[in-house]
């Protein structure tokens, strides 16, 4: 059984700053890890980093 | 790397955690609409609610993902008041905000009111008896 917590981050523009840090924050792992390697969940940080979204 | 550190410890921890970050980029003038109400406290600039959310299946991580979560937004809001944001004081939105959080932080200089709406209303707290939130 899966458990769920949430929260709230008041954010007043979505920036490129805050933007990264939210996918940075919340990723798991960079692509090399990747639990499923090459889906359409990877991303790419205005940084160049590559990182995993789910 | 801090801004890998949950992500890969909550992934090692139990392989169906997962951190997800729900952005909601509304309309500038979203609250230029309506009347005052409970939430937001302060409608005079847009606050995007922004949801964290973690999932999790090992009981005995509830209080790590906690923790996480709670160290997630102090980290997110910092970035924000780096960025020029004002959010030093805005409200979080009421149905994403985690357990624990002050009223305050939720309903800000609205909460004394509705105290004293709920003190009115439900004299004898039947409301207390749920869930949620406690005036």
């Given at each position: 059984m899966l458990s769920v917590y949430y929260d709230a981050v008041p954010i007043t523009e979505y920036s490129p700053a805050v933007f990264d840090a939210f996918v940075n924050q919340t990723k798991v792992s960079l692509s090399s890890e990747l639990p499923h390697p090459g889906t359409d969940c990877e991303c790419?940080?205005?940084s160049g980093e590559r990182g995993f979204m789910l | 790397m801090r801004s890998q550190f949950w992500g890969a410890r909550l992934y090692?921890?139990?392989?169906?955690?997962?951190?997800?970050?729900?952005?909601e980029p509304f309309g500038k003038d979203m609250f230029s609409y309506g009347n005052g109400s409970a939430y937001p406290p302060d409608r005079s600039q847009a606050v995007y609610p922004s949801a964290l959310t973690v999932e999790w299946s090992n009981p005995s991580l509830d209080n790590t993902t906690a923790?996480?979560?709670?160290?997630?937004?102090?980290?997110?809001?910092?970035?924000?008041?780096?960025?020029?944001?004002?959010?030093?004081?805005a409200a979080k939105y009421v149905n994403y905000a985690l357990f624990g959080t002050p009223l305050e932080d939720i309903y800000g200089g609205n909460l004394e009111r509705l105290r004293k709406i709920r003190?009115?209303?439900?004299p004898n707290d039947v409301m207390g008896?749920?869930?949620?939130?406690?005036f």
């Open positions: 790419v940080l205005s | 090692a921890l139990d392989k169906n955690a997962s951190l997800v970050s729900t952005l923790f996480a979560l709670r160290d997630i937004s102090g980290t997110m809001k910092a970035v924000a008041l780096a960025d020029g944001q004002n959010v030093s004081h003190a009115a209303i439900d008896l749920t869930g949620g939130w406690k």
